[in-house]
């Protein structure tokens, strides 16, 4: 198996789980997005960030210079982490599908 195939597996057995509990969670932690930043777009939200890595993952879009830079996690996004009923580490999760992926030089 390649090295790519290895590392988008390795990462995505590591934090399939929390990126899908963020995805398909009713998002409590909106409440927390800060009132003095602009509402956020979907995809700023942790589990919009989170269908984003999941698709990566998934190898069902490609990872180009528009998806890299949507799947920085913005300050809002970190507020609401911090309030996760859950605990997940999105952010960690996210982090590492964006490292795995420019590693692998999908972009």
């Known amino acids: 198996m390649n090295k790519t195939m290895n590392s988008r597996q390795d990462v995505q057995s590591d934090t399939g ?3 899908r509990m ?3 969670c009713p998002s409590p932690c909106r409440a927390a ?4 930043l602009p509402a956020p777009l979907e ?3 942790p589990s919009g960030l989170a269908l984003l890595a999941m698709a990566v993952l ?3 879009v490609v ?3 528009g998806l890299k830079n949507a799947l920085h996690v913005k300050p809002g996004a970190r507020v609401c982490v911090e309030q996760c009923v859950y605990g997940l580490d999105i952010v ?3 982090v590492r599908v964006r490292g795995a992926s420019v590693e ?3 972009s």
């Open 63 to 65: 990872f180009d210079d």
């Open 33 to 36: 997005w800060p009132a003095d």
């Open 17 to 19: 789980f929390t990126l």
């Open 22 to 24: 963020c995805a398909l």
């Open 58 to 60: 998934d190898g069902q």
């Open 104 to 106: 692998d030089g999908l």
């Open 92 to 94: 960690g999760a996210i």
């Open 43 to 45: 995809s700023e939200l």
